[in-house]
């Protein structure tokens, strides 16, 4: 169809409001116009056309994939699939878990994933820790040796003692980022107390609203998360919260620190550990109430508001004598 200058292939229909508003059903002539001249979009049915016989379409209950239940939360569009063992979503749940912000698994990267998915090694995260049992098959793929298997299967077992906020992100609760994570296990010490945890219970926590809410509730009411979170928890992954420990030196307690920059003798996310494991905090914006600008290599924008605004500046040999003194 040739509509407004361009050849018109489709138009999606994925919204089952709209769908059901315009009464549009399979086989229907419908009239197809460009929303601000861009996007093709149906906007109406020719009723007069319509065949005898025809019916509403209805939108399908369970995931074609793995037959799960699927849902939709109020307002959205979309049907979403929890179970994170659907075909469909393992790899990118997997390479979720290992990413550097959650579980940061070295040497686990998209073609590994890929690569272990499609030779059935990894079904789920909590495969990962069942590796070492295989790693005669692994010694026999194309570019893998003994060090490199040993390289993977340290930074693996490394991954246990990642704190249980980031075990909690890692899941890939729908909603949950880092920040999020932190929250609920400041609240929930336990796995199982998070896993116990209601609607009502979670919305009394201040940033946690109805949709977030309702997603950590779903995310464990669903049979194949809770198996994987107990295979972790098997395996040693660390799945309750320690208490913190909080030193005495005013250099860091109660102190606003804003990271910017690539520091050399660590990762951002160790540089933060660092600074919350000695009672300061770490927040992403600069302001008058922020106590100190760590300084890595590339700073940008940040760093000139700094300066404007006359916050301490540290470098990163600065910063490292700060923790030494510790």
């Known amino acids: 169809m040739f509509l407004g200058g361009s050849t018109v292939s489709r138009a999606t229909l994925h919204n089952e409001e709209y769908i059901n508003e315009l009464d549009i059903r399979l086989n229907d002539i419908v009239i197809v116009e460009k929303g601000g001249d861009v996007i093709p979009k149906i906007s109406s049915v020719k009723i007069d056309k319509r065949q005898s016989g025809s019916k509403p379409f209805r939108f399908p209950k369970h995931c074609p994939e793995c037959h799960s239940k699927i849902f939709r939360f109020e307002g959205e569009a979309n049907y979403y699939c929890e179970n994170s063992e659907c075909p469909a979503q393992v790899k990118g749940r997997i390479e979720h878990f290992a990413s550097r912000g959650a579980m940061n698994i070295e040497g686990l990267g998209e073609a590994v994933v890929d690569q272990f998915v499609q030779l059935g090694l990894l079904k789920n995260c909590a495969d990962l820790y069942d590796l070492h049992t295989r790693q005669v098959t692994i010694y026999s793929l194309d570019r893998w040796g003994k060090k490199s298997i040993q390289?993977?299967?340290?930074?693996?077992?490394?991954?246990?003692t990642r704190q249980f906020s980031r075990v909690v992100y890692a899941l890939g609760i729908r909603h949950i980022g880092a920040n999020i994570a932190q929250l609920l296990v400041d609240n929930f010490n336990t796995i199982e107390q998070l896993i116990a945890a209601t609607e009502t219970d979670l919305q009394s926590l201040q940033g946690i609203g109805p949709q977030?809410?309702?997603?950590?509730?779903?995310?464990?009411?669903?049979?194949?998360?809770?198996?994987?979170?107990?295979?972790?928890?098997?395996?040693?992954?660390?799945?309750?919260?320690?208490?913190?420990?909080?030193?005495?030196?005013?250099?860091?307690?109660?102190?606003?620190?804003?990271l910017t920059g690539t520091l050399t003798t660590m990762t951002r996310e160790e540089?933060?550990?660092?600074i919350e494991s000695r009672g300061g905090k770490v927040v992403s914006s600069?302001?008058?109430?922020?106590?100190?600008?760590?300084?890595?290599?590339?700073?940008?924008?940040?760093?000139?508001?700094?300066?404007?605004?006359?916050?301490?500046?540290?470098?990163?040999?600065?910063?490292?004598?700060?923790?030494?003194?510790?």
């Open 286 to 326: 600069i302001s008058r109430k922020i106590n100190f600008v760590v300084v890595g290599a590339n700073a940008g924008s940040k760093l000139e508001k700094a300066k404007t605004l006359g916050i301490l500046l540290l470098d990163e040999k600065k910063f490292l004598t700060m923790l030494q003194n510790e």
């Open 271 to 274: 540089a933060k550990q660092k």
């Open 212 to 258: 977030i809410a309702e997603s950590v509730v779903r995310f464990f009411a669903e049979e194949h998360n809770l198996r994987i979170v107990n295979r972790l928890k098997t395996a040693g992954v660390q799945m309750l919260e320690k208490k913190k420990r909080v030193r005495t030196s005013q250099q860091f307690f109660d102190k606003s620190f804003v």
């Open 151 to 160: 390289n993977l299967l340290h930074a693996i077992e490394e991954s246990k």
